[in-house]
């Protein structure tokens, strides 16, 4: 009996991807873990192994295929005996059935998955999240769910937005909200502001169409607050230059490793969450998520856009360690070679920009992270100790926070702990 190959959901939050490239063609010889194609994420390349064994009897989504939906019918395996005539020509109806709505991801969906919702497609076309209880109170006192203003993460309808409206209204409110919504500006008026053959069209890939998603959710639903402190980093940079004159050495006189300030900094931010756990959370619209261990994302720039990386327990590794995994994983993320469990997760992150010559910045928080540390660069400046002027090595660093999760105070409490382990990096030993 023919076998289907399914489009696979190769991370908690990927819909659709492309098929990039065919690694066998039809008629060839196939057994189970055989590399049959790559496909590409927004996030990374990865491959697709056969399951079963026969004849790759026909490819029903050729190469270069751009937004393939998740579990879209993409090639059938036929058994020994079988006939290639006897494979359809035409897509099954499982990649019909994914191609008319989104695919769910897989149920072993890490923390950085959205809460799964429902979904109601209104004569708009336009997309209505709404939890299963708001939805059947809405039913219940004759509501129309499509004019409300949903007020859970990502705009989702929660049950306190349906029992604010008034049973068998409309919501005047909201629809007068939406109409008065401010809409971006259509690519045709944008490009008539500019002189015809001035410009040349850049199509978004799947990366940029992520993040832009992404990061819009995230400044919309997510209320931002931001403090900021400067760190003094004499210590640390005596240390680190102590520390990398002690590595040992391989067989070619080489270092084995060569820690940075930047590994200091995510073993700062880990120890700090451990001091300090409650900011060390995620936001769920039922609970708060505490989390028992530091996972640290490290923002890493990359052809296209950027990846994000987990250290994950980073507050039980040391600094060796900590450099050794982000070199690996800095490495494989421009060669977009990390698996999802390797980017997915995480309560905190970090965007370090003190190498681009950029003296401070407020980074975006990105769910489920509930706060995100900017670092900028070091340089030697005056200051004020009792009576004295002196100069030293000092960075600012702002923390960006999830408001729901995070208050001023605790916020606050928070950056200045990520501070002293900073200036005084011999505690992070006890």
């Known amino acids: 009996m ?41 996030k990374a390349t990865m491959e697709v192994e056969a399951v079963d064994e026969g004849t790759l009897g026909k490819i029903m989504v050729p190469a270069g295929t751009e937004d393939v939906l998740v579990n879209t019918l993409i090639a059938v395996i036929v058994a020994d005996g079988e006939k290639l005539g006897d494979v359809p020509a035409t897509a099954a109806p499982a990649q019909k059935a994914a191609a008319s709505a989104p695919a769910a991801a897989p149920a072993a969906a890490s923390v950085s998955a959205a809460p799964a919702v429902k979904t109601a497609a209104p004569a708009s076309g336009s997309r209505v999240f709404v939890s299963p209880l708001a939805r059947r109170l809405a039913k ?5 769910l499509t004019a409300l203003t949903g007020s859970g993460p990502h705009g989702r309808i929660v049950s306190r937005d349906v029992e604010k409206a008034k049973p068998g209204t409309a919501a005047p409110a909201a629809k007068a909200a939406a109409a008065t919504l401010a809409q971006p500006p259509s690519d045709d008026a944008v ?16 990366m940029r169409k992520v993040i832009a998603r992404r990061l819009t ?23 680190r230059e102590r520390l990398n004159g002690q590595a040992p050495k391989n067989k070619e006189g080489v270092h084995l490793w060569k820690v940075s300030v930047n590994d200091f900094i995510i073993k700062a ?15 769920t619209e039922s609970a708060m998520v505490r989390h028992k261990h530091a996972d640290i994302g490290i923002a890493v720039s990359i052809p ?5 990386p987990v250290i994950r327990k980073a507050e039980t590794k040391g600094l060796a360690q900590i450099s050794t995994e982000m070199k690996d994983y800095a490495k494989r993320a421009r060669d977009r070679k990390l698996k999802p469990e390797e980017y997915t997760g995480g309560s905190a992150a970090i965007s370090n920009m003190g190498m681009m010559n950029v003296s401070n910045f407020a980074a975006i928080v990105n769910p489920p992270h509930a706060s995100i540390l900017a670092i900028g660069t070091g340089s030697r400046r005056p200051v004020v100790r009792g009576n004295d002027i002196v100069i030293e090595q000092q960075m600012t660093m702002t923390l960006s ?10 916020g606050a409490e928070f950056i200045n702990a990520i501070k002293l382990y900073l200036e005084e990096p011999g505690l992070m030993l006890v």
């Open 269 to 283: 931010m880990a120890m700090a969450l451990i001091k300090v756990p409650d900011a060390n959370v995620s936001w």
């Open 191 to 206: 490009l008539r502001l500019f002189e015809p053959g001035s410009y040349d069209l850049v199509p978004h890939d799947g």
């Open 217 to 239: 959710e995230s400044k919309q639903t997510i209320p931002h607050f931001y403090v900021s402190v400067d760190v003094t980093l004499d210590h640390l940079l005596e240390l």
């Open 304 to 308: 296209g856009g950027l990846i994000t």
């Open 401 to 410: 926070t999830d408001h729901r999760c995070i208050d001023g105070a605790l």
């Open 2 to 42: 023919p076998a289907n190959v399914l489009m696979p959901a190769l991370s908690p939050t990927m819909e659709k991807g492309k098929l990039a490239k065919w690694l066998k063609k039809e008629g060839d010889k196939v057994k189970s873990g055989d590399i049959l194609a790559e496909i590409e994420t927004d």
């Open 140 to 144: 219940e006192k004759g509501i129309d």
